[in-house]
């Protein structure tokens, strides 16, 4: 990609960037606490874009961005407490960590291949036109190469991700300039798993203890398998289900043409079936660590990792 257009997101900029969305691309969007990076979150190949874009080094779980309770509760099981916060706080800064509804149609890339979702209902005009305009909804971290300061003005996105992404959509300054507040809805209390402008104190939530990472903006491993896990593998050892990559086919394969944007769609869906199958190891055909490769690899080096 060659040039990152910049167009105002009045009606016009909205029909372009939808356009985009809908043929698999990535957009910068603003919201009320900073541009965010929206893909079709029904898509692997479009979320694999935003990471590909963002040069992450590992794949976190995303915000999936909708319009309101009525599309959360398609992709996510809401009890009352859920619903209540989403009746007082949205749209507005607030991501709720929700189970994963049965059969919802996340890419699970987006989830890091959690049993979780994150989910917000944003209020800026722009996002909530998105929303509208493509009928999906959108997986969207923050706009900015990874490890950067996060953009709240186009011109932000534009210094981080040029050449990267095909358009920006200006909406001006964002109004907090700080990513949302981030909360667990447990079955036994409320977790604040990160600060934003929405208070614990407002939300009735405690701190989170010690957990294993489920959010955006934190550090550790997420999905890694049950079973042990050997890299770089050329064939299978008789106890492994082998991940096929490229010329390597494997009982099953990230890629069969070695493109690195379907392995990245398809890694954790691959490592689930690894994990359900019969055999008791897994094994993983070489990855390239160039490019988007590079995040695949950070990922099955952390599953690989003694525990």
Do not use: C
Request: charged share 20%; glycine share 8%.
């Amino acid at each position: 990609m060659s040039h990152t257009r910049i167009l105002p997101a009045d009606d016009e900029g909205i029909a372009e960037a939808a356009r985009l969305i809908l043929a698999g691309q990535p957009v910068a969007v603003p919201t009320e606490t900073v541009y965010g990076l929206a893909a079709d979150a029904t898509s692997g190949e479009a979320v694999a874009r935003i990471y590909a874009a963002k040069g992450r080094p590992s794949f976190n779980p995303l915000i999936v961005h909708v319009p309101g309770l009525e599309e959360a509760a398609e992709i996510a099981m809401l009890d009352d407490r859920a619903k209540a916060l989403a009746g007082r706080f949205w749209p507005g800064p607030l991501t709720m960590i929700l189970p994963l509804r049965s059969h919802a149609p996340i890419a699970s890339l987006v989830t890091a291949g959690l049993a979780t979702v994150a989910v917000r209902a944003a209020a800026h005009p722009a996002m909530r036109a998105l929303l509208r305009a493509t009928g999906r909804p959108l997986a969207a971290p923050s706009a900015n190469a990874s490890g950067r300061i996060s953009p709240t003005r186009a011109t932000h996105v534009l210094a981080s991700l040029e050449g990267r992404i095909p358009l920006i959509l200006d909406g001006g300054a964002t109004s907090h300039g700080l990513e949302s507040t981030i909360v667990a809805v447990r079955e036994t209390a409320l977790e604040l798993l990160r600060p934003g402008p929405i208070s614990a104190d407002e939300l009735g939530a405690r701190a989170a203890q010690g957990r294993a990472i489920e959010a955006p903006g934190q550090l550790a491993s997420h999905y890694a398998p049950a079973k042990p896990l050997r890299l770089d593998a050329l064939k299978a050892r008789p106890d492994e289900w082998l991940i096929g990559f490229a010329p390597i086919p494997g009982h099953s394969t990230l890629s069969a043409s070695g493109d690195l944007t379907e392995a990245a769609a398809r890694l954790f869906d691959r490592l689930h079936e690894a994990d359900a199958s019969t055999h008791p190891a897994i094994a993983v055909a070489p990855i390239p660590d160039t490019g988007i490769g590079t995040a695949i690899m950070d990922r099955l080096r952390r599953a690989a990792a003694p525990r």
